[in-house]
């Protein structure tokens, strides 16, 4: 099972503000990276993927990816109340891997 | 488009009960997995299906776990018998082919052994 690491949360940001969330990744080789946002009690849900170097927007989001570092990122920007939720870093080598997950709260 | 259903949603059973799940994926999608999601942890794939074969299973517990792809369409998951570790939830998902890239998650089985 390939290592997919997260940093450790939770997450606390004022609304408005920045959350980045940390991802890093055991296998060098890994092509395609996902962030799956769950809110409590639901599903994942795919928001993001990346499979080149640099950085990918959408929307708020924003998805960096260093495959020398081995590492992979998740800006939220102007962030929501309902952003509120647990984001999953998922690694796929025609399977996913994911991390543990980092636990988001937007505080008012 | 519908997603993917999952049925049961919650089940309780004691342990070395068995319990049944099923799934039903994205119509025209090849690929179903299977996850299982303890409290606090990442989905951790059990099992994987192209079509109607097993492409993956090397992380399910063989000795109590099996499942089954009907016709490349519907899919069972069994556990025979529980073990207390097994309290978790089951999730289902389903992509357009093996590569994985964009996967659909189903509602999810919140498994409780007692």
């Known amino acids: 099972q390939k290592e997919v690491e997260q940093n450790s949360g939770p997450l606390s940001v004022p609304e408005g503000a920045i959350a980045s969330l940390n991802c890093t990744y055991s296998d060098r080789g890994s092509q395609s990276f996902f962030w799956y946002r769950q809110y409590s009690g639901k599903s994942p849900e795919l928001i993001m993927f990346?499979?080149?170097?640099g950085d990918k927007e959408d929307g708020r989001f924003t998805a960096q990816l260093n495959k020398a570092s081995q590492y992979v990122s998740l800006l939220i920007r102007d962030s929501q109340p309902s952003d509120s939720a647990t984001y999953l870093c998922a690694v796929n080598d025609y399977k996913l891997s994911f991390g543990a997950g980092t636990t988001v709260t937007v505080r008012a | 488009e519908a997603g993917v259903a999952q049925s049961p949603r919650y089940k309780i059973i004691e342990k070395r009960q068995s319990v049944a799940f099923w799934c039903n994926p994205i119509?025209?999608?090849?690929?179903l997995y299977w996850y299982q999601q303890i409290l606090g942890q990442g989905p951790k794939l059990l099992i994987q299906f192209q079509n109607n074969g097993v492409v993956d299973d090397s992380q399910l517990p063989k000795d109590r776990f099996s499942a089954e792809r009907l016709k490349g369409v519907d899919s069972t998951l069994k556990i025979q018998p529980a073990k207390l570790e097994d309290s978790a939830v089951y999730l289902c998902a389903s992509s357009l082919d093996q590569g994985g890239y964009e996967q659909y998650f189903g509602p999810g089985t919140r498994l409780t052994v007692t």
């Open positions: 990346i499979y080149s170097n």
């Open positions: 119509s025209g999608h090849a690929t």
